[in-house]
């Protein structure tokens, strides 16, 4: 039997030259070794405001990039999460084991408060459960997230021990989390302390893998580095430079040894042009494959309907194991 992988991306944004990275190194491998559930977790993003235009629009181009990207729509199941019903069924029996003061302590809920001081939702506050629903729901073992999920994580675990203590064992299984774990790391652009992400404000900080050529040699060409001259990785004192030289050493498969022995000599400048060409280079044909898909939103439209048929079976099983553990009646 193989292990379970399942991972959601809210749909916000547009994926990253970091996905990209994290991708091309991962779900090949992935795809073989487990079984692979990737969803588009389209009702965690009505946490905040949504125009239904652009959330429908964002939905299809987000599952677009994923199979441009090279995901493999036979091989994982991909869907959307608004399309199997037992992600808000599950939600609400674990919302009735969740305890206020764990919801209180997350982090997550407090900084977006802040942040959306005019629509603070209870939705944003349960944000957690759900998530959490999505994880036991498929029974997965590995869930990967970033540094910012971790929390979330563990409230997950512990809602499985509010459920066996209440009901008894054997009804979930305990999922890891796998954080940080998957390849290499990209930075941002002009803040190279931080993750490049995807729900970044401001736009310079990362590349989208559907950006246009012009827009990705500004970003890459402007991206901020130390005053230094020589080309060479460190981390601590060339953050920006050893970014740049990261996402290189990726894409053209050169070591970072490799890449300052070529760059002896010459300056930051001449490794951002060459980096810039080789990003636009490689996105190239992610662009032209998600600019194909978007054009055909039937055939979309087919994809996620079968990828969640596959997954509804597997989330109903669940919800009845939970229903019949917790006393609700068969229908
Ligand atoms: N909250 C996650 C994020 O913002 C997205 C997400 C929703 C998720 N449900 C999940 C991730 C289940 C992993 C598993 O990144």
Not at 309 to 325: E, L
Request: charged letters at 25%.
């Amino acid at each position: 039997m193989k292990k379970t992988i399942l991972s959601g991306s809210t749909v916000t944004g547009d994926l990253t030259l970091g996905n990209y990275i994290g991708a091309i190194n991962n779900w090949k491998k992935l795809q073989d070794d487990y079984d692979c559930l990737y969803f588009l977790a389209d009702l965690h993003a009505l946490t905040v405001f949504q125009d239904p235009k652009v959330l429908r629009e964002r939905t299809y181009s987000f599952f677009a990039q994923y199979l441009a990207l090279g995901l493999d729509p036979q091989k994982n199941i991909i869907f959307v999460q608004s399309q199997v019903p037992e992600h808000t069924e599950l939600s609400w029996i674990l919302t009735c084991l969740t305890p206020l003061g764990y919801l209180n302590r997350m982090t997550q809920f407090k900084e977006k408060s802040e942040k959306h001081v005019k629509n603070i939702n209870a939705g944003l506050y349960t944000y957690p459960i759900l998530m959490a629903s999505d994880i036991l729901l498929y029974q997965a073992d590995m869930v990967p997230v970033g540094e910012d999920q971790r929390q979330h994580m563990e409230l997950c675990r512990d809602i499985v021990g509010f459920f066996e203590n209440r009901y008894g064992a054997g009804t979930f299984k305990m999922p890891e989390a796998y954080v940080g774990k998957m390849g290499a790391r990209v930075m941002s652009l002009q803040d190279p302390e931080k993750k490049m992400s995807k729900s970044d404000e401001n736009e310079k900080n990362f590349v989208s893998i559907i950006d246009e050529a012009k827009s990705i040699e500004k970003k890459i060409k402007s991206a901020a580095t130390d005053s230094g001259t020589e080309v060479k990785f460190d981390l601590e004192n060339k953050a920006g430079l050893s970014n740049l030289m990261t996402i290189y050493s990726v894409l053209s498969g050169k070591t970072t040894e490799q890449i300052e022995s070529d760059y002896m000599g010459k300056m930051y400048g001449h490794l951002k042009v060459d980096l810039a060409e080789l990003v636009v280079e490689t996105l190239k044909p992610v662009r032209e494959k998600y600019l194909d898909l978007m054009k055909n939103k039937d055939y979309l439209d087919q994809l996620m309907k079968s990828g969640a048929d596959r997954a509804r079976p597997r989330a109903q099983a669940t919800v009845r194991k939970v229903y019949d553990a917790v006393g609700l009646v068969k229908s």
